[in-house]
């Protein structure tokens, strides 16, 4: 069964960092593309960033210049690196990843959610 599980959130102070994982597991051979969404609560689901296997990413203003995307094939892992962290990037973050396995892309899996709580 494939799924995608994520890690690396937590709480940290304003101006602090984090590592947030995606890891996809299963019968894939690797990931073709991966996104990250944020919600925080009375909220609607938004995006954060974004990466595909072309070489194209791409990110959400609010977070340009302190959040970074990036993949690690070895381990069909994508990372959001998280800097400069400020009470409103507190939400629950979600990985969305289009996966190739055998040969076709597979899209829309979703992982479970990590939070991520800003404040002092």
């Known amino acids: 069964q494939v799924q995608l599980v994520e890690s690396g959130g937590g709480w940290v102070q304003p101006g602090g960092s984090l590592r947030l994982s995606c890891a996809a597991s299963g019968s894939i051979l690797s990931i073709y593309a991966m996104g990250w969404y944020r919600q925080a609560p009375g909220k609607k689901r938004e995006f954060v960033a974004y990466w595909s296997s072309t070489g194209t990413t791409n990110y959400a203003d609010s977070v340009k210049g302190r959040f970074s995307i990036s993949e690690y094939n070895a381990e069909n892992t994508v990372y959001l690196q998280m800097n400069s962290l400020k009470p409103e990037d507190t939400a629950v973050y979600y990985c969305?990843?289009?996966?190739?396995?055998?040969?076709?892309?597979?899209?829309?899996?979703w992982g479970q959610g990590t939070q991520v709580t800003v404040s002092s």
């Open positions: 969305n990843g289009d996966l190739l396995m055998d040969g076709i892309i597979n899209y829309d899996y």
